[in-house]
């Protein structure tokens, strides 16, 4: 079955579709993008995903995008008959000529693409991931901190060392010295009961499956603490775990080739763990 996708006004199969050279996505890395994950055909909490997308869309001058993206990732999950599915919407700011000028681009370039998404065997879960500390530097204070930017090199860059040391993510630590992330999710720590979490402030992406893991920790009676965390703090922490759309959330269990606490998932992120499984299947109706 070919794989159909969304491109500027219509599915078409992923062969036809051709992205002009000037376009400043391609030029530059001027564009947004959003990552999500459907479970029965039914994309979790879109909205808040469409919702930063816009957002974000607004901050680096991206006209509006008038179409409705909510039918837009439905109609691709239909068009290539996905129930678990990964889905990447990419918005560019568009065509342009070839001296860098934004005046230039009138209308933004729409890609989404959805493909079946396999996710990790229970086994990884159990042993959790590997991290190393990224040489790379996260700023707190860039314009592209909190927005989620095809400009993804620095990501990428820190996810390849991570790769090269034998290691499943990077994190990264901002100007001040304090965690930031990790290459591609949000980090939590805990100690002595109380969930913690680098603040939006610190240079993080404001991600959607954070936000789900802070409320679910209320109707736990977890209180969760949103502060500057220390390196020093992670290692001597009793718990850690990271979250993103896909992996949503994984235990951290060893960094730079050291324990966390025991070296195994702790039983606190296991209820967490737990508790996400059953907020999404209520929120997509998936069985």
Same mark, same amino acid.
């Given at each position: ?151 993804? @090199?620095?990501?990428?860059?820190? =996810?390849?060392? !991570? /790769? ?7 994190? %990264? +630590?901002?100007? &001040? ?74 235990? @951290?269990?060893?960094?730079?080739? =050291?324990?966390? !606490? /025991? ?7 296991? %209820? +967490?763990?737990? &508790? ?12």
């Amino acid at each position: 079955m070919k794989q159909i996708v969304y491109f500027n006004g219509k599915l078409v199969p992923l062969s036809q579709v051709s992205i002009s050279p000037l376009d400043y996505g391609f030029l530059y890395g001027y564009g947004l993008f959003e990552t999500m994950r459907a479970y029965g055909g039914r994309v979790f909490r879109l909205d808040k995903h469409l919702s930063r997308l816009t957002g974000s869309a607004e901050k680096l001058g991206i006209p509006a995008i008038t179409l409705d993206l909510k039918e837009v990732v439905t109609s691709t999950l239909e068009a290539n008959k996905l129930s678990d599915a990964r889905i990447r919407i990419t918005v560019s700011i568009g065509e342009g000529g070839m001296a860098p000028d934004t005046c230039q681009c009138r209308k933004p370039t729409v890609l989404v693409v959805a493909e079946h998404y396999k996710h990790h065997p229970e086994s990884v879960y159990k042993a959790g991931f590997k991290a190393i500390v990224s040489s790379l530097v996260r700023y707190s204070h860039s314009p592209l901190s909190g927005i989620k930017s095809a400009n993804y @090199l620095e990501n990428m860059l820190a =996810k390849q060392e !991570a /790769s090269a040391a034998g290691a499943d993510e990077a994190l %990264r +630590l901002n100007e &001040k010295g304090s965690i930031a992330e990790a290459s591609m999710s949000n980090i939590f720590l805990i100690a002595d009961g109380k969930l913690i979490t680098p603040p939006l402030e610190s240079g993080i992406l404001p991600g959607i499956t954070r936000e789900a893991v802070i409320e679910l920790s209320s109707r736990l009676d977890i209180s969760a603490t949103e502060r500057d965390i220390t390196l020093k703090e992670l290692f001597q922490t009793q718990e850690a775990f990271l979250t993103n759309s896909l992996i949503e959330i994984m235990p @951290l269990t060893k960094i730079d080739d =050291k324990p966390i !606490a /025991s070296g195994k998932p702790g039983v606190v992120t296991e %209820r +967490l763990r737990a &508790k996400y499984k059953r907020l999404v299947m209520y929120e997509t109706g998936a069985v």
